[in-house]
């Protein structure tokens, strides 16, 4: 029998997830010695300071033991470190920007996407579920100017919450694409409205947020690079009111300029939403 997104594994997604992350992998950082031991020092004292203070265990030290070789073994490394780490490194890196709020890329961004001009749809399946929905926008400068060519990469899960490559029987690049703003900085995409996105349950994440009592969930999101040269790159998602978990995403990723206002389509079924990009010089 042939497999649908609906038999994604933890391991299948995590191993996807990890075989990426290796492949954009250039060199290393060259972070200096002495500042690889401060860190590691200060990650390893706040470990040992936790074990003090609450009396940690063998059995509870074993079950961490057994809970890491877990999050190797499933691939889930990448979905980890993005869901409960990434959210705090782009708050330091992108303290200084003066132009749009941008928040973690996740694990599922894959590069060079199918190229669809200014204007066009996300490549989708001919029976695609979801409400339609029509995004468009605007790529300037902190001063105004529009950004012509601005490249605008969207990646997002489907109606029922999976990502193409990291789900089984999905088309390769379904609901990835990459645009190129018009003369005017301008860009219109056609899509689907995604569903809130459930972190895999059957593997070493899902069993820290089963044990812990916490819940898998991200609210539903658009994720987007957006690009133009003398400029930094965007790293964003874009959320949808009143989704019940933009007040506790499971990632933290959710920021209030983040959340779009979508609108009936006058014409047609579906939304419209429009929402602009400033960006900021590098
Ligand atoms: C996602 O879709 C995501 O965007 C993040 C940050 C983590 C896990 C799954
Ligand atoms: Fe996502």
């Given at each position: 029998m042939t497999s649908t997104e609906f038999d994604a594994k933890a391991a299948d997604s995590g191993a996807g997830a990890t075989q990426q992350f290796l492949n954009k992998q250039g060199a290393a950082a060259d972070t200096p010695p002495e500042r690889v031991s401060m860190l590691a020092r200060e990650v390893l004292g706040a470990v040992h300071e936790t074990i003090r203070?609450?009396?940690?265990?063998?059995?509870?030290?074993?079950?961490?033991k057994a809970w890491l070789i877990g999050v190797g073994q499933d691939g889930e490394w990448p979905l980890f470190l993005d869901v409960w780490v990434e959210h705090v490194v782009e708050e330091v890196a992108n303290a200084h920007h003066k132009g749009n709020k941008g928040t973690i890329e996740g694990p599922y961004y894959v590069p060079d996407a199918p190229e669809l001009g200014a204007t066009?749809?996300?490549?989708?399946?001919?029976?695609?579920?979801?409400v339609p929905l029509l995004f468009s926008g605007q790529v300037r400068t902190l001063e105004g100017t529009p950004l012509a060519g601005a490249k605008i990469e969207l990646w997002q899960a489907d109606a029922h919450g999976f990502y193409s490559q990291f789900a089984p029987g999905l088309p390769e690049w379904n609901l990835r694409g990459c645009f190129t703003a018009d003369d005017e900085g301008r860009f219109a995409i056609s899509t689907i409205r995604?569903?809130?996105?459930?972190?895999?349950t059957d593997g070493a994440c899902g069993k820290l947020v089963s044990a812990a009592g916490w819940h898998p969930w991200r609210p539903a999101h658009l994720h987007l690079k957006v690009s133009a040269p003398g400029h930094d790159l965007l790293t964003a998602q874009l959320y949808f009111p009143g989704d019940p978990h933009n007040g506790d995403d499971v990632a933290d990723a959710v920021k209030?300029?983040?959340?779009?206002?979508?609108?009936?389509?006058?014409?047609?079924?579906?939304?419209?939403v429009v929402y602009d990009f400033v960006l900021d010089p590098s």
């Open positions: 203070r609450h009396n940690v265990t063998y059995p509870e030290y074993d079950a961490l066009g749809s996300l490549p989708m399946r001919a029976d695609e579920p979801g995604p569903a809130p996105y459930m972190i895999p209030p300029e983040l959340i779009l206002s979508p609108q009936p389509a006058v014409d047609g079924d579906g939304e419209v």
